[in-house]
């Protein structure tokens, strides 16, 4: 599987154009965590962790359905929500994110690679240079 380099990636990030302002940023653990850090650093907003699992490190299922692991750790009513994950194959975690999530004012999707309103890819599988 080819592998993307993190300044390739640094300017995506930086060219992208976020044409929304959010209250908070919230990163689908684990995978939505780094692209989420990296979001911060460049719209300076709240970060924020929602633990949803399906797959493995090796990207088969774990399970039938994605779970939520843990509560949330913070209110979501309200606020305009960019909801951060690495890539978006199916859609089932943002899924359940949006369903958890469902007090918001506004949620925006982020992927590194998938489809969603904001992305740096839409095209296969490839590793992220922070994926070990």
């Known amino acids: 599987m080819a592998t993307k380099s993190f300044e390739e990636m640094l300017e995506r990030f930086n060219s992208l154009s976020i044409r929304e302002e959010f209250d908070v940023i919230v990163a689908v653990a684990n995978g939505g965590i780094v692209p989420a850090g990296i979001l911060n650093q460049r719209l300076g907003l709240d970060f924020q962790l ?22 949330l750790a913070f209110d979501p009513t309200g606020k305009r929500i960019l909801l ?24 925006r999707t982020f992927a590194v690679n998938g489809t969603a309103d904001y992305c740096l890819y839409d095209e296969s599988c490839f590793r992220t240079p922070w994926r070990l």
């Not at 929602?50 to 509560?71: A, S």
């Not at 690495?86 to 899924?95: F, L, P, V």
């Open 84 to 107: 951060v994950d690495d890539r978006i194959k199916t859609g089932a975690t943002i899924r359940l994110a949006k369903e958890v999530l469902a007090s918001a004012a506004l949620i």
């Open 50 to 71: 929602i633990k949803i699992n399906l797959r493995d490190e090796e990207q088969r299922p774990r399970y039938e359905h994605p779970l939520l692991l843990e509560p």
